[in-house]
Structures are given as C-alpha cells and as structure tokens.
C-alpha cells in the first residue's frame, strides 16, 4: 500500500494551537477544549481500533458543542452583519464535505456485519471441505476487496480536500465572534479529515489472502517476514485464519481447531465492526444537526 495510505502517515496531521481572542465566547471555548482533547487521539491507546473509537467519540462531542455554537444569537448576529460570502459558504461546507463519506461507510460496515453473521452461522452448521464454507470464504474476500477499493478512493479524496480547503486566514476586519468560529470549524474540519484518514486506512488494510497452492506454506512465510499475528490488524487476522481454515490437511483435530480459530477472528471483527457502527451512526447525527442549525441561522 502506497506510503500515503499508511496509519503512521496521520502523525503528520498535527493539529495547530488556536489563538481565539481573549474575549471568546464561552461555547467557543468548550468546542476549543474538545479540540485540545482530540489532539491526543493518536496516542490514546495501545489499538488501532481504538484509537478510531476515540476519535469518533471525540468528534461527536466536538460537533454537539458545534451545534450549540451555531444556535447562539451572537453567531446568528454576525452572520446577519457580514456581508462576506465566502465565509459563509465555507462553514455551510464545514460538515457536508464528511456526511457522503460517513453515510457510505455505514452502508459498507453493515454489509460487512451481515456477511459476517452469515459466515459465523454457516460454519456453525458445515464441515470446512463443504462447498457452502468456500462461497462465504470467496464472498468475504469479494466485500473485503470493494470495500478496500472504496475506502482507498476516500482516502485520495480527503488528502486532496485538505490540501485545497482552508488555505486563506480570515479577514482582519471580519467581526471577532465570527473570526472565532471560522478558527474552530476549520480545526474541526481537519481533525476530522485525519480520524477518517485513519479510519479508511484500516478498512483499506492490504487483503492476506493466498495465491499458492500450499496454504500453510503461505501463513507459515508471512510469520516469519515479521508479521506477527499480534502485530496484523482484526481484518487482516480474520484473512490469515480463513487462509489457515482452508489448507488441505486429513486430521480431523486439525480442522476443528482451524474452525475455532476463524471463529474467534470473525467474532473479533463483529466486535469492531458493531463499534464503528456505534461512532458514526453518533457522529452522522451531530453532522447532520449542525449542517441544520447553520442552514436555519442563514435562512433566518
């Protein structure tokens, strides 16, 4: 996978220090706490998943306190006094640029979770060498690959719109409430272009499925290059145990125990799946509720 697309890659999307005016608002001020709070997100666990699950949970809360900046009179006040479109037109922009991204995203993640439901259930009532057990192995590798085409293309799309977006500093004579929360969104907008950088690079993480006719010979030559079991993520994990599942070997023992095994990665990704699900179905909400009190405060 190109180095861009890499989880190391997000740590050189630091978030800047905002410099609000003394006298900033103080719902300003909450949404400059929240920030200050995201700016950890990378270092906030052990787990790439996690990591993820903070950063949407933060989000959330970031957009809440959002909702509430934009229902404020004063703000309502200096969008009525501006006269400058541009700055307008950039916060009505703020939420919208995520909401395709998110709503796709969900669709894929329940996708998945049915697939892998159906997965779970068929291994329950099969036997590994049954044809029914190697169209679900071909059907999760066929969503696996849509969804990590999907997720790659999102992935250019956001490097590309946070290159482009926010490139000019405000007017000095724009009003100081307003100034203040032109600075917030834009940093909210960048926070959250870098937790969906990284969220789209683990579901755009590289498809561990073999091509030789030796399977075990493949699972047997990734462990040695280093990739450790502990060090894959639950997907790709899930890969290596259908890989695993499918190897040709007679003794019984051997298939229970490689059944189990792709049980246990099929349970894992559910739990992932089921939790992401949670953070953007939060974060969807909070959008789409700020996308609304802005189109309420312009209309009025």
Known sequence: ?????????????????????????????????????????????SSEVERIFFGLSGLAELYKC???????????????LDQNQKWVDELLDC?????DILGETRDAMMLMKGNVRDFQSA????????????????????LRRNTRKQCTKYLVLLKNTEESSFGASPPLDLNQHLSAVVRVLR??????????????SFLSSPILRSKVTNKWRFVSRVMRKGRVVQNVNELEKVDLALC???????????????????????????????????????????LINTRVSFLNLVSN
């Not at 890499?6 to 920030?35: D, F, Q, V």
């Not at 099969?126 to 590798?141: A, E, F, M, P, T």
């Not at 940093?187 to 789209?200: D, G, H, K, P, V």
């Open 95 to 99: 939420p919208v640029r995520f909401l």
């Open 66 to 80: 959002m909702e509430d900046l934009l229902k404020l009179p004063l703000t309502q006040q200096a969008l009525s």
């Open 123 to 142: 291994l329950r009532r099969r036997k590994v060498g049954d044809l029914v057990i190697q169209n679900h192995v071909s059907s999760y590798w066929s």
């Open 1 to 45: 996978m190109a180095s861009i697309f890499s989880p190391k890659h997000s740590h050189g999307y630091a978030i800047r220090s905002i410099s609000l005016p003394t006298r900033s608002h103080p719902n300003t001020l909450r949404i400059e706490e929240e920030l200050n709070k995201l700016k950890s997100w990378e270092v906030s666990s």
């Open 187 to 200: 940093e909210a907008s960048l926070i959250t272009s870098c937790i969906f950088q990284s969220l789209m």
């Open 244 to 286: 695993r599942m499918l190897m040709d070997n007679p003794a019984k023992d051997f298939e229970v125990e490689n059944i189990q095994f792709a049980h246990k990665g099929l349970e894992a990704v559910l739990v992932v799946i089921e939790g992401l699900e949670n953070g953007l179905d939060c974060l969807f909400k909070h």
